[in-house]
């Protein structure tokens, strides 16, 4: 299976950033372990229940940028042989993507024939093309003396081992243990309830001016459906899927709440060339309350659909100002999209009491989003990525660097390294519940391990910085390093809720390449109105604490860290 996708949304644009779990590596990182442990199973033998595919790596951040097609790895034996099957222990097979065998003489001239191109491809450690560019040119390749039959008898061990731990050569495919499943094991009560439960979870409330969410449904006699967005199940989904067993439309799923449902389009489509702003705006001041359903589609963004702006596409904006200035009481705006919009307009208005964004939330997305509309649901979902404002655009895309150059006014990417206004910060969510955090105690990691360690010297740029080495340190002693944290969360009420803790790590200084900050654990917990729980952390200095330099080196700087929670912060040593 193509998924997860594990890469880091590092530019707000890019089409494909809604297949992934946002910007931060620590939560790209358990995100795809949980993903992975899902599709394979947890058995305790070698069998698959499917076989995973962790994409893209190990680079990917432009798709197609002004016609240039991005470039391939599927030549680089250090990175498919020495990184991926050494360094990370790879013991399945490596895929390219889709043609990248054929690019790389077709389009890139790297290979000066097809027989080159899938020689170094096979050689480099690669076992499977996507494409049929192998099939058509192995042979003529062995013919011609560039590979041999071994190297295509290595590939092809590391795709049937693979393929006997799915139990492929086991008989009868519908006598394996997987093998009786199904339709009907998809659209189970459970499966749907977990539908619910994931898209109702992911929803961020990103503001409640005096309190206008959630509506009393007793209080609401009429209520206006305006947007393109409302009333398109194909717009719940994203860009790769499988077919819904059923799908509820925002428009559905506020019916369910109100009997006097009156909706208006607005648009044809989320592209908004042509809005129905005065038939919109004579609705709105007829009814009682306003809905919203705006934002973007696959049209807008998605795989080769990079996003010049991060406006709300045409005349969504203006709509959306006129519908607000007619109504009679202040709008709610729900958002659909994958990647985060420019919504400063909206942000300030205060004709507009709420903003909601639900992402592409799926076949239940519509209930969701009226539970938690309606107070059936409280929100605690929080941003995976920054939200930037529409000068970010002036940045190029095709400049992959993470750290600001403030001397000549790169501002950085993601909220690591990123030195600009935003519009939401990584990590924002309201909810209907007032809940305090504060880190309440920290244990120390026994740095008299560290005796006898040398650290290692520094590069010029980073000023004497002092560092020890984590192969130095090593598993055991980077193992004995850890100790907790703990965190006190309450909820202060009015409504039961899920929060989410988050804690940071930030170093002494923000130079020398190190980020600003770096989440270093985060954890849900349920919580009653006027409930209070503490949460313990394993910190490890070795993960948690390090950084990669630009030699390579995957450093722990010697002396100060700080652990975080909102602004309260624990200061640990990390020196003999």
């Known amino acids: 299976m193509w998924s997860p996708n594990v890469n880091i949304y590092r530019d707000p ?52 940028w002004g016609g240039v097609a991005r470039y391939n790895f599927d030549a680089n034996s250090d990175l498919l042989t020495k990184t991926v099957r050494g360094d990370w222990g790879l013991d399945g097979y490596v895929a390219s993507d889709c043609d990248a065998v054929a690019i790389m003489r077709d389009a890139q001239r790297y290979a000066p024939t097809p027989e080159d191109a899938v020689a170094l491809a096979l050689k480099a450690g690669l076992d499977i093309d996507c494409g049929t560019y192998m099939q058509q040119h192995a042979a003529a390749a062995v013919q011609q003396g560039k590979i041999t039959e071994d190297d295509i008898d290595k590939a092809l061990k590391n795709l049937f081992a693979v393929r ?13 243990v997987y093998g009786g499943l199904n339709a009907a094991d998809i659209c189970t009560p459970d499966h749907r309830s977990l539908a619910l439960d994931a898209a109702q979870d992911g929803i961020v409330l990103l503001k409640n001016d005096a309190g206008v969410l ?20 194909g717009l719940l989904i994203g860009n790769y899927f499988g077919p819904p067993c059923e799908s509820v439309t925002p428009l559905k799923g506020v019916q369910a709440y109100v009997k006097d449902v009156r909706f208006l389009a607005g648009c044809r489509s989320a592209a908004c060339d042509v809005a129905d702003t005065d038939e919109a705006a004579t609705l709105a001041g007829l009814s009682d309350y306003v809905l919203l359903f705006m934002g973007l589609s696959q049209q807008q963004e998605s795989e080769g659909r990079d996003r010049t702006s991060l406006l709300l596409p045409g005349q969504q904006q203006s709509l959306i100002i006129a519908v607000a200035d007619a109504a009679k009481r202040p709008v709610i705006l729900v958002l659909l999209t994958g990647g985060p919009v420019d919504v400063t307009f909206a942000k300030s ?17 519509g209930l969701a989003i009226a539970r938690v509309l309606f107070g059936d649901h409280n929100p605690g979902g929080r941003l ?54 504060r880190l ?26 002092a560092s020890y080495h984590v192969e130095h340190i090593g598993p055991q002693r980077c193992e004995q390093l850890k100790f907790p944290a703990v965190v006190e969360v309450e909820n202060h009420g009015p409504m039961d809720g899920k929060h989410s803790v988050l804690v940071y790590l ?40 390090s950084r990669v330099r630009k030699d390579g080196n995957k450093v722990v700087d010697r002396g100060s860290h700080f652990l975080m929670v909102d602004k309260h912060e624990m200061e640990i040593t990390f020196e003999v």
């Open 13 to 64: 644009r890019w089409g494909r950033g809604q297949e992934t779990p946002g910007e931060d590596p620590t939560t790209a990182s358990r995100y795809g372990v949980a993903f992975v442990k899902g599709l394979q199973g947890n058995s305790s033998a070698s069998l698959l229940q499917t076989s995973a595919c962790c994409k893209h790596a190990t680079a990917y951040d432009l798709e197609d």
């Open 349 to 365: 208005n205060p004709k507009i009491g709420a903003i909601l964004w639900a992402g592409y939330p799926g076949q239940a997305g």
């Open 440 to 465: 309440v105690s920290s244990g120390a990691p026994n740095t008299d391990l560290l005796a006898g360690l040398s650290t290692m010297p520094s590069p010029a740029a980073e000023k004497g910085v």
């Open 384 to 437: 995976p990525v920054t939200w930037y404002p529409e000068e970010f655009t002036k940045v190029p895309m095709t400049d992959m660097r993470m750290r600001a150059d403030p001397a000549t006014g790169y501002p950085g990417r993601s909220y690591r390294f990123y030195q600009g206004e935003t519009v939401y910060k990584f990590g924002y969510g309201l909810s209907y519940s007032s809940y305090s955090r």
């Open 506 to 545: 930030r170093w002494a200084n923000a130079t020398a390449g190190r980020p600003a900050k770096q989440l270093i654990g985060f954890r849900r917990q349920h919580l009653k109105a006027g409930e209070k729980a503490r949460l313990t952390f394993d910190i490890s200095p070795c993960e948690h604490f």
């Open 214 to 233: 959630p509506l009393d449904r007793a209080a609401v006699a009429s209520a206006a459906i305006i947007g393109p967005n409302a009333n398109n199940a």
């Open 164 to 176: 006997m731990r799915l139990g492929h050569f086991d008989g009868d495919p519908r006598a394996n």
